[in-house]
């Protein structure tokens, strides 16, 4: 029964049982059980009346959305950290609240981050199809030879929150750490890690080369041919953050020409329609956007998400707001 003394929530995707609880009883919450992507005049209409919406970056929020919002809508919880689908500058221009979910996924995805990493230097996609495809026909000296990831340099494109903890996690392969980002980190931070000032410099020192960075206008399409040929030849490429900061054409056509060795993705420009090509490519480990799907992060990210929400209509500021 709908109850008039609690805001109206307009609930964009499925969320894990513990959140759809706890945002039914917290609020008049209006769920989408079915789990389908929305398009934008069905969000729209779906928001009709709506003092908050719980979104997900599969849903897009830019200027042209954000203006054609209801006006009873006074808040936009992101069951994301990233918050590239939401124009926040329209968002601000128009009062709307907008929070993210900072904090409660780096180890998650530093975890899957390791996981792409280790996954494409260690050819696990080539040793998983042979197997399953029963081509085994016994162990060689030649079988299946990686890249060796110890001792190795890593060079990290974005030393947040997340870039951190992989760092953490690659000191224990005795990994170099290298790292670019925004500005340098203080030395307790940095923990030995060595600063770059540009990308460009960083590239040509990454044995390894992991993306950690948001996305942004200013890095869409970032690892270009260009950039490419800075790496040092054979090196590894990992992302975990956003598809578009990788060019396809030019990573697909390092991969097939061997230039880089392999490419470990979690993330892909346009996923989940990602480039048909990757599904070939021996030598790409690919997994379908999965750095924070652990059953405890997405609680808690759903939680977050709640928290921000509740602060807002208790008149307090909410924890992560972003406008
Ligand atoms: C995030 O939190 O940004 C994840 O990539 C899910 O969108």
Known sequence: MPNPSRPKLFVTRALPPAVTERALSAYDASLNESD???????LLERAEGSDAILCCSTE???AAVIEKLPESLRILATFSVGFEHIDIAAARARGLRVTNTPDVLTEATADITLLCLLGAARRAHEGQSML???RWVGWSTT????VHVTGK?????GMGRIGQAVARRARGFDMTIH???????????EAGAIYHDSAESLLAVSDIFCINAPAAPENHHFLNDARIALLPPGAVVV???RGTLIQDDALIAALESGRIAAAGLDVFEGEPNIDPRY????NAFLLPHMGSATVETRDAMGFKCLDNLDAFFAGREPPDALC
Do not use: W
Request: proline share 5%.
């Open 60 to 62: 897009k929020f830019p």
């Open 153 to 157: 340099r890593l060079g990290i494109l």
């Open 239 to 241: 992302n975990t953050a």
């Open 132 to 134: 399953r495809d029963g």
């Open 279 to 282: 599904r070939h490519i021996e």
């Open 179 to 189: 790292y670019h980002n925004r500005s340098r980190l203080p030395a307790e931070k």
């Open 143 to 146: 079988q299946l030879t990686g």
């Open 36 to 42: 389908r992507v929305y398009s934008a005049a069905e």
